[in-house]
């Protein structure tokens, strides 16, 4: 994302046997190897519980590169296989740390990047269950491996060697665990040391939403309560849940796994102030005030403000409650939708919709910014038709494809005046090239740089917890959980949680493209 220099590191990834690390941490790496974009001197060092050579660990990364990269070139394998290196070892206990500090050190000396200490630049990665993170967290302090202290105001920083640790979510599953665990790292870490991932902010068109904001002056004028009558972010799928209930999802729901996390990132971009450049603390300081800003919503209100959802059979799929691990007694939705507020002089009057669900009609994740009707419509006496034109509307789509398309009246060309919809359109690898990248490589590259845009401050975690956790634990919500058919959008509810208070001339309606529509 910057320009600043990338220092080689050794990276420690936790949870090294795991789903998250073959799928995506070391094809992100190899892809980044391949393109010539990883410091020449960083290796990782994979850490889990299972016994394994450093070659049984290459050989099983291999297999998981081969499906998983972008782009799998056989002749790059052997020169990247030599930066893996593997350390069987509980993280979870104190002990595994002593001979794990060897091995870095180990690997700084070969590789020639030790610094002050004795010790290289570690970046730590933990890609293990949540359950793990606060004893990981709290053994690498113990085991004296972060010595970063003060050194942003040493005299010679550079000498130093940094300790940097990036955290997979889910941060947290309430506002208390998400406090506790960020006082975990910060008794540890630095908090310019800590990287709270949230992949959406790696996707190339969430960055872009600043792009489009803040580098034209066209959209900024129009951005706030006198034209904009709501905005509505969606990110719908067409997969089940599955497998994944049983070790996490049903433990998590829609509103934890996508709105309260991935959504709300995603509605910071769109919301929040003109950062004064772009640099990590002036966005996140927005972010924050942003966040500070949303209206926490009081118990009597959520239920009229909020609608779960949980997908039924289909011909191909279970009901969720009948997918394997379900627990029926935690009553968890797959499909949440959510009314939020803004309470500051921009947006006051704006009703925010967010929605996210599985097994939906269509795979979609876009934003909508519906802007009001013109104050007078000088064409109304000419026809019906013309006398109730739609207002315009902006559409940002992030997934399938990325680009944004610009709904405006027209005349239809001929005689007489007869007015139409048409699209501005934008499609921006048809107009820029570029070939779409996965998130995790240039995030992971941005935590190498010190650099961090694109993660999360504490405050920005907990300030989500703020806002979602009362919608969470509001049991009339809670139990009046809607069900919807596998391949449609969603309960009929949210409809009606949409629609309410809008006007007649204006009737607030989510947009649900048809498969073809859908860029
Ligand atoms: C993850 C969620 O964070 O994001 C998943 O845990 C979800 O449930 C995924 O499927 C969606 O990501 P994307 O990039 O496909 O929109």
Partial sequence: ?????????????????????????????????????????????????????????????????R??????????????AKRLNYHTGDAAKLDAFPSLTIKVQQLGRERGMLKQGDMPNVLFYLSVAPS??????????????????????????????????????????????????????????????????????????????LVM???????????????????????????????????????????????????????????????????????????????????ELKESEIPHSAVLGRYTAGP??????????????????????????IDNWRWSGVPFYIRSGKMMATKLTEIVVQFKK??????????????DRPANRLIINIAPREGISLRIEGKVPGAGLSIDSAKLDLDY???????????????????IRGDRILYKHKDEVEHGWRIFDPILHNQALRSQIHDYAPGSWGPAASDALISAGSSESLKRVWHNPVATEVR
């Avoid at 499906?67 to 990247?80: I, L």
């Avoid at 690898?429 to 935590?447: M, N, S």
């Fill in 374 to 387: 013109a104050p007078h419509n000088m064409f109304a006496r000419i026809s019906p038709e013309a006398a």
């Fill in 213 to 295: 904001r803040f580098a034209n002056t066209i959209f900024e004028p129009l951005w706030n309560s006198n034209y904009v009558d709501h905005i509505q972010v969606t990110a719908n799928e067409t997969v089940g849940v599955g497998s994944r209930a049983a070790n996490f999802y049903d433990e998590a729901g829609a509103i934890r796994d996508m709105i309260q996390s991935h959504l709300l990132q995603v509605l910071c971009m769109v919301t929040m102030e003109p950062p004064s450049m772009f640099h990590a603390d002036a966005i996140m300081r927005e972010k924050i005030k942003l966040l500070a800003s949303c209206r």
């Fill in 67 to 80: 499906q998983f990269s972008a782009h799998f070139d056989e002749s790059k394998w052997p020169e990247f």
């Fill in 1 to 65: 994302m910057s320009s600043i220099a990338i220092e080689p590191c050794v990276i420690v990834i936790f949870g090294a046997s795991g789903d998250l690390t073959g799928r995506k941490l070391i094809p992100a790496l190899y892809d980044l190897y391949r393109q010539d974009r990883l410091p020449e001197k960083l290796c990782v060092v994979g850490v889990s519980r299972t016994t394994m050579t450093d070659d049984q660990f290459r050989e099983k990364m291999l297999t998981s590169v």
């Fill in 132 to 209: 793990l993170y606060e004893p990981i967290i709290g053994n690498i302090g113990a085991a004296g491996m972060v010595m970063e202290g003060h050194r942003w105001c040493s005299l010679n920083p550079e000498a130093m060697p940094w300790q940097r640790i990036i955290v997979e979510k889910p941060f947290g599953t309430d506002l208390a665990t998400t406090v506790s665990l960020n006082r975990a790292l910060g008794r540890v870490f630095e908090e310019e040391s800590i990287f709270r991932i949230d992949h959406y902010l790696g996707k190339e068109l969430v960055q872009n939403i």
């Fill in 429 to 447: 690898l048809q107009r820029f090239g570029g070939e779409v990248i996965e998130a995790y490589g240039p995030l992971i590259l941005d935590a």
């Fill in 316 to 341: 191909k799929n279970p009901a969720y409650i009948d997918e394997p691990g379900v627990n029926r007694a935690r009553n968890t939705e797959t499909f949440g939708a959510v009314k939020l507020h």
